[in-house]
């Protein structure tokens, strides 16, 4: 046997020099929950460890974590159905806890990256993420409420817009609007193939932003399309995307993959609620050792193609690495 690859696993030191992938604490973004209040956390009870915060915990959080090396963030908020309405107007409310949040984290902070979402559901009325009429979800109608929450986030300070709904022509009508406003910096990460999946029951929990009647399967992606995520990020680059995201991640390493290979700008992939509820839900059990799980979960995407992860596990990675 001339060819004995077990010579380049025979140790710790050698598996390090041969290894392929990487993982680093840089390749994530830690998604925070923002409520109304005080001096209150609460525990999302479907994600073990995952809070939503009011915003003087939330910059307390922040601190740890940047402590812990995390430099990225992207900030969902958890609203009371008195701040929803049809029209999500509380989405572009300067004194609204959410824009409040955004200023003051990077006021506070101002090395971090801070992404934003930019979609209507967690302040519509209908919980849907475009304006409805007759129980339709409207496309181009939705275009100018996405555009005034837009240049309310980055007139708050936000680095990156996380356009997560799925409307078409979106990332295109929000280039050309930030652009003409000033905010040439202001980067986009395009949800260019976002599926309508299972795995997101855990965080609409965390927001409380389930949609009220239906499901979103007229804009969300099919599961079982592989080659439509080369239409969505195809149009999605030609608009100026500067990132494309894959979510889930888990069950879409190989869309992930083709993203990767067909384009030359960062791919993202974001492991969503469902797919951090379940190894925490197993490791509670004693089914499986939680911790490994976690990196060979984020390995995994890495090395399907994937530059950037959103994960919830961001912040357990970072105290794992600072561990050695």
């Known amino acids: 046997m001339l060819r004995r690859p077990r010579r380049n696993r025979k140790s710790a030191a050698i598996r390090a020099m041969v290894e392929e992938t990487t993982l680093s604490v840089n390749d994530l973004i830690f998604p925070l929950f923002l409520m109304e209040g005080e001096n209150q956390t609460s525990e999302v009870g479907s994600m073990p460890g995952i809070y939503r915060f009011t915003l003087d915990r939330l910059l307390e959080e922040v601190a740890a974590c940047v402590a ?3 430099r990225a963030f992207d900030l969902f908020p958890n609203l009371p159905e008195v701040r929803k309405d049809k029209h999500a107007t509380e989405s572009h409310n300067p004194a609204g806890v959410y824009l409040r949040a955004v200023e003051q984290i990077k006021r506070n902070f101002p090395d971090v990256c801070l992404m934003t979402d930019v979609a209507m559901d ?16 409207l496309n181009d109608e939705t275009l100018p409420v996405l555009g005034r929450m837009a240049l309310a986030q980055a007139r708050a300070g936000a680095d990156i817009l996380g356009p997560s709904d799925m409307m078409d022509g979106r990332v295109g009508y929000l280039r050309q609007l930030l652009d003409d406003e000033g905010f040439t910096h202001v980067s986009i990460m395009a949800y260019c193939a976002k599926y309508a999946s299972a795995f997101y029951g855990p965080f609409r929990d965390a927001l409380n932003s389930a949609p009220k009647f239906g499901d979103k399967k007229t804009y ?27 979510k889930p991640a888990l069950p879409y390493l190989d869309v992930i993959h083709l993203l990767h290979q067909h384009f030359d700008i960062p791919i993202a992939a974001y492991n969503v609620s469902g797919e951090y509820a379940m190894i925490k839900a197993a490791a509670q059990r004693g089914w499986l050792d939680g911790e490994k799980a976690m990196l060979e979960c984020l390995l995994g995407i890495r090395r399907a193609g994937a530059k950037v992860i959103l994960t919830y596990f961001a912040k357990e990675f970072a105290q794992w690495q600072r561990q050695g």
């Open 68 to 70: 812990l090396g995390i």
């Open 122 to 137: 967690p302040y519509s009325s209908d919980g849907h993420d475009g304006l409805v009429e007759n129980g339709q979800i």
């Open 220 to 246: 969300q992606m099919n599961p079982a399309n592989r080659r439509e995520a080369l239409v969505e990020a195809e149009l999605d680059y030609a608009e100026g995307a500067d990132f494309l995201m894959v």
